[in-house]
């Protein structure tokens, strides 16, 4: 018969955890400090790779990596959408591709974001907008850079825009962004 281990095997790395307080004494009195302690806070690096699929919004993405920026139409009804969508909200149809990158664009709101997720908090303060596209039902929400995030102004409101894209695609939503469509 195979001898058993008596002990899990410890490997050194991850973290190390020193003096956590615990009472001396394990009394039901001397316990009762754990009641009154403070939650234990531990840091440690966490790393994953996920794999996951864009599915049926991937030629939009494979658009972007290629520097098109693609939307999404009923064909029935022409209803477009400036996001991807694999089916009409109204009709429940399928849509179909069309390519909107040479389309007149305009600024239909923003916002200064002075915060962010980790990713953008070191961009902080940017400008998110919602752009309208000449014939497109909805609004595509994006950056807009070229402007001076600490002057806005509501003159940014209706000014045409053009897209612009990443030279190295991250295959995410943010490797297209939209600059004022007089700058180069």
């Not at 996001?83 to 069309?98: A, C, K, L, N, Q």
Request: aromatic share 12%.
């Amino acid at each position: 018969m195979a001898k058993l281990p008596n002990q899990r095997e410890e490997k050194l790395g991850g973290y190390i955890v020193h003096g956590v307080p615990f009472p001396v004494e394990t009394t039901p009195e001397a316990l009762a400090f754990l009641k009154k302690m403070a939650p234990l806070e531990i840091e440690q690096e966490y790393r994953i790779t996920y794999l996951h699929s864009y599915g049926q919004d991937s030629p939009w993405f494979a658009g972007l990596t290629n520097r098109r920026l693609l939307a999404s139409q009923a064909a029935s009804s022409g209803y477009t959408y400036a996001t991807p969508r694999g089916h009409d909200m109204y009709s429940g149809e399928e849509t179909v591709w069309i390519d909107i990158t040479e389309r007149p664009a305009q600024v239909h709101a923003f916002t200064v974001c002075y915060f962010g997720s980790e990713e953008f908090l070191p961009e902080t303060p940017f400008v998110l907008a919602l752009i309208e596209f000449e014939g497109v039902n909805t609004l595509l929400l994006t950056r807009l850079m070229g402007v001076d995030p600490e002057q806005p102004t509501l003159e940014w409101i209706g000014m045409s825009v053009r897209p612009r894209f990443l030279r190295n695609s991250k295959l995410k939503p943010t490797d297209v962004y939209f600059i004022p469509a007089e700058k180069n």
